[in-house]
């Protein structure tokens, strides 16, 4: 089954606007995702590339590696998963095999 996916790296400014418009919150995040209800559309994801940054500097690991788990984090939402330690766990082990 093909299905289409939309990654957008953003700033800042518009992830904040989007993260207060969609979960209320006016902050700035790392990433978020929406799915679209179209049958052949999985959803958007919009990750931040400027606190992917920060965040890879603060722990330590390369920007790739956190642009890859941020990737894998949104995705996993899509497909169902909510914070719970099973999506964590899946989405390491997923980055472990990306890297």
Known sequence: MNCGLS???VGPRKIKELNRKYRHKDS???VLSSPLKEEKEMGDIFI?????KRQAKKIGISFEEELARMLTHGILHLVGYNHEKKHF???EKIVRKLL
């Not at 931040?48 to 992917?52: F, I, K, L, N, Y």
Request: hydrophobic share 35%; charged share 15%.
């Open 28 to 30: 700035v995040t790392d």
């Open 89 to 91: 766990d899946l989405q």
């Open 7 to 9: 990654v957008s790296l």
């Open 48 to 52: 931040c590339s400027g606190q992917v």
